[in-house]
């Protein structure tokens, strides 16, 4: 799956184009690398995203098309900084 589908499926971020944006400007990393929107994400990847007031890390746990609002947070790991 894309890293900008997957960002608004586990509602990380509230819209796809969004995600889009945040990778196209270079604020997300997977595995330590800068990506584009088109990414292919996997389970395992250690993904970062940049905000103006910081980051969040996180580690891909599941991959879905689509899941319910309850279920989102199942898809991923916050890690500590």
Known sequence: MRIDKFLKVSRLLK??????EAADCGRVQINGRVVKPAHEVKVGDIVEIGFKSGAVKFKVLAVKETVRK???ES????LPE
């Open 75 to 78: 898809l991923y790991e916050i």
């Open 70 to 72: 309850e279920e989102a």
């Open 15 to 20: 819209r796809r184009t969004l995600a889009a």
